[in-house]
């Protein structure tokens, strides 16, 4: 699964010679002690340090050395990106302060383009996936819409898998650790004939779990997860054909809500609408506090990939094919009000089918006064959403209360009265379920044509140019039933004549997708087009051989959207209400860049500046209509934004078996255009305003490594630093709060170590892992559909894992 027989990590971290770099990539080669890396961030097979954009890249080693699963595992290795698994199938990826993946609506895309093997994997079911064989991650910031196309206005992330080989080859990995956490994996791979190869991949990560929910006293925040991967390249002469298949399954419960209200009086006895200091202090610590949860959830993914890749020489170029197709289903079912108080019970619901097809040509070519790329590319995708939200009756007179109702116009007045008139099985205290869902369907078509071109200039000076068009079409649809309430209607249809002839259809059809509902009760459907123009401007220039200056200016696109949960009203007077699409995602970036090496210290000196602007960001937001009753509900929101910045990585050889390393990023980001529409429907401007990205983020550690014990010993120890949230959003004050019983935004560090050993020829060996080292716990987030009256939930990290690993090879 990994490129067991390469360098070890100390030759690779905080190598990335553009950006702030943690890791380099496959394949390698030594000149002055100093690693040669080979990337293809530019769809060119180049050296890293020739590469005029800002990368950084992590290979299979890397993955190992802190027993990473998926890039979420590497936050904080690669200052500026970020990745959130906390619920796998609805990831989130941030690349220097854009956020991509926040809304986990199939009517919008992501400005932080995913690519595995070329093929684009959207933003949701397919995005986040286990490292399964991985050769190289190639972290690519700032905007990509030339060479990857819609969807990487913030950056791209590629991954490169492993094809097979001629050679016989296995190897094997095992993994056991706290909390019943387990990881395998085996790779086979075997020449068929002198032209054909095959290679086969099995793993599997697994937990019971880091906390005990007190409800039903299970152990949850675990995983199961297991995929596979079979791959076959056949030569034919100069060209080559490598197909592959991939498989995967993830299943776990819904991830874990702390809850920070255990008074059953609040929120109706204290909330006043704002979080002050007298409302937190009843705030129980999320960190020292038991998980008590109404519902353990489930979250679920099973995948499918298919993908061909086709290279042939014509000519003096060389022709190139992709073809990709992608499908999934995903579960999520989640606690949203982190309590089992029946007048606080909140859970969600987002399910997801997904079928997509894509294909690219590529033709390129290369003599001594250029090197040129062009191709075509089409997509298409098909994609089916459930939005559901589970409540009670209990629950409903909480939100109608809080939200200045009378205490008479609710259930539980009357169904005391019901009671009280002799009605059996009825209390006043009785909550009745209720449940409403909102279905939805897109279907997303593009088509590119691009260019683009590395003029030499002269032996030192390369001049760069290239552009992409793009045309998107889009067409959504929305359906919103009515609530699901049998119970409910059952009694009303039985007792409601005690009532003064109440029937079911005396209470609105919908709460929380009222809005929908009135809009969308029968299916509609709307359809939009956008085109666009993507180019870059590059000028690099070499010093000499050891130093590389270049100057970029760039453009990014993701397409146009729709809100889920905002069907069209073609009666309204407001234009954006007849056709609530959204414009298209567009960043600028400025950016000039220094990469230098210094043979005879063996080091590196790696910085680059830039500055964006960045139009339309879309982001999901809890909002409400402010009527009492109203259920908050998550929706796209739009702002401009426009940052400025330093990438800065350093690494330092001193002796042969010790490396130092370290990276950070420094970024402004403020928002230029921006009206929050918050949970009780109210605006802010905050035009002006920080964007909440935090000033900092940086590594830095150290490998040594030496022989002993008839082999070889390994030891790599590093950590991370971020600095605090800029900015309070969503709920007002929640996540910036500082008070001795809760805090949240606040700096925070994380340390990681692995000490090994293998054997001389390094085939066989064992290994320590220790991730957060020194048991840092940080609440992550505080929100939630309950916040707006008071009740919100928080996320936390999971506590130090310790794991031991063994592996071997041929």
């Known amino acids: ?77 690669i200052p500026g990106f970020t990745a959130d698994n906390s619920e796998p199938t609805q990831p989130g990826f941030t690349i220097r302060g ?7 609506g199939i009517g919008t895309d992501s400005p932080v383009g995913i690519y595995e093997d070329g093929v684009y994997t959207g933003k949701t079911g397919g995005a986040l996936m286990n490292f399964i064989d991985t050769q190289r991650v190639e972290v690519i910031k700032g905007p990509q819409g030339t060479l990857f196309g819609r969807n990487s206005a913030a950056g791209a992330i590629s991954i490169v898998t492993n094809e097979p080989t001629q050679d016989m080859d296995a190897l094997a990995h095992y993994t056991i650790g706290n909390f019943g956490t387990y990881k395998g994996d085996v790779m086979l791979n075997a020449a068929l004939s002198d032209s054909t190869a095959v290679r086969f991949v099995y793993a599997r990560v697994g937990s019971k779990g880091w906390v005990t929910d007190e409800t039903v006293n299970q152990i949850t925040g675990g995983t199961d997860d297991w995929a596979t991967r079979l791959s076959l390249k056949q030569k034919f002469g100069r060209a080559k054909l490598v197909f592959s298949w991939e498989h995967e399954e993830l299943g776990q419960n819904g991830r874990p809500a702390f809850g920070v209200i255990q008074d059953p009086t609040l929120p109706l006895s204290g909330f006043q609408g704002k979080y002050d200091a007298a409302y937190v202090a009843h705030f129980s610590n999320p960190l020292s506090s038991p998980l008590i949860s109404s519902n353990l959830g489930s979250e679920s993914r099973k995948f499918d990939g298919l993908t061909m890749r086709f290279e042939a020489p014509v000519g003096d170029m060389t022709f190139n094919s992709t073809t990709g197709y992608r499908i999934f289903n995903t579960y999520n079912l989640t606690d949203n009000s982190g309590t089992n108080n029946a007048t606080t019970a909140v859970s969600t619901l987002d399910s997801k ?18 090197d040129w790329i062009s191709g075509v590319s089409f997509y298409n995708n098909n ?33 005391g009265a019901l009671a009280a008139g002799g009605v059996p099985g009825i209390t006043a205290t009785t909550a009745f379920p209720w449940s409403e869902f909102e279905h939805n369907t897109a279907q997303s ?11 030499h200039l002269d032996p ?109 009203n073609p009666t309204s007077t407001v234009a954006s209400q007849r056709d609530p699409s959204y414009s298209p995602e567009k960043m600028t970036n400025l950016e000039i860049g220094l990469k230098e090496t210094f043979p005879e210290l063996k080091a590196t000196l790696n910085t ?45 050889k001193p002796v042969n078996n010790v490396t130092l390393f370290g990276g950070f990023e420094y970024i402004d ?129 999971q506590p130090r894992y310790v794991g031991f690993q063994f592996n071997a090879s041929l």
């Not at 929706?635 to 330093?646: C, H, I, P, Y």
């Not at 716990?777 to 936390?796: D, E, N």
Request: a neutral charge; aromatic letters at 12%.
């Open 669 to 797: 980001t403020t928002f230029t255009k921006y009206d929050e529409v918050g949970a009780t429907g109210g605006s802010t401007n905050l035009a002006g305003q920080p964007v909440g990205t935090p000033y900092f983020t940086g590594m830095g550690g150290t490998n040594m490594s030496w022989a002993a014990l008839n082999g070889h010993i390994d030891w790599t120890f590093q950590g991370t630093y971020t600095s605090a949230q800029r900015r309070c959003s969503d709920a007002p004050g929640l996540p910036c709060l500082n008070y001795p019983n809760i805090q949240t935004g606040i700096a925070t560090t994380k340390f990681d170590t692995n000490l090994g050993w293998q054997n001389a020829s390094r085939q066989f060996g064992v290994a320590v892992i220790i991730n957060n080292v020194f048991d840092k716990r940080y609440v992550t987030s505080l929100g939630g559909q309950l916040s707006s009256i008071g009740v919100p939930y928080a996320t936390i990290n």
């Open 383 to 415: 994609e089916s959403q459930k939005s559901g939200v589970y409540t009670n009756t209990a629950t409903i007179d909480t939100l109608n209360l809080m939200g200045g109702g009378s205490p008479a116009n609710t259930f539980g007045a009357l169904f």
């Open 460 to 568: 030192k000076s390369n001049l760069t140019f290239g552009l992409r068009f793009t045309e998107d079409r889009k067409t959504m649809s929305w359906l919103t039933p009515p609530r699901d309430s049998l119970a409910l209607d059952q009694f009303l249809n039985s007792w409601g004549y005690a009532a003064g002839g109440l029937t079911p259809a005396s209470f609105p059809s919908n709460i929380a997708f009222a809005t929908s509902a009135q809009l969308s009760a029968t299916q509609v459907e709307r359809t939009k087009s956008w085109t666009n123009f993507s180019p870059r401007l590059v000028l690099d220039h070499k010093y000499d051989t050891n130093t590389m200056v270049f100057a970029s200016l760039s453009q990014g696109y993701q397409a146009g959207g729709f809100n889920d949960f905002t069907p069209p």
């Open 1 to 77: 699964m990994k490129q067991h027989r390469q360098t070890i990590i100390a030759s690779s971290l905080a190598f990335a010679f553009a950006g702030s770099a943690a890791f380099y990539s496959m394949p390698v080669r030594a000149q002055d002690g100093i690693p040669v890396v080979e990337v293809t961030a530019q769809s060119r097979n180049q050296l890293i340090n020739d590469v005029p954009i800002s990368l950084q890249v992590v290979t299979s080693k890397d993955i190992q050395t802190l027993g990473a699963k998926d890039l979420a595992e590497l936050n904080g290795y």
């Open 608 to 652: 680059s500046l830039f500055a964006y602007r960045f139009n339309n960001l879309q982001n999901i937001t809890l909002t409400g209509s402010g009527q009492p009753g109203s259920v908050p509900t998550y929706n796209v929101t739009t702002s401009d934004q426009k940052a400025f910045g330093l990438d800065l990585d350093a690494r330092y």
């Open 445 to 455: 078509r593009s088509w590119s044509v691009y260019g683009d071109t590395i003029w």
């Open 353 to 370: 089918r997904a079928h997509s097809i894509q294909q690219e040509f590529k033709l390129s070519g290369k003599n001594d006064s250029m």
């Open 98 to 104: 854009v956020q991509g993946g926040g809304d986990f």
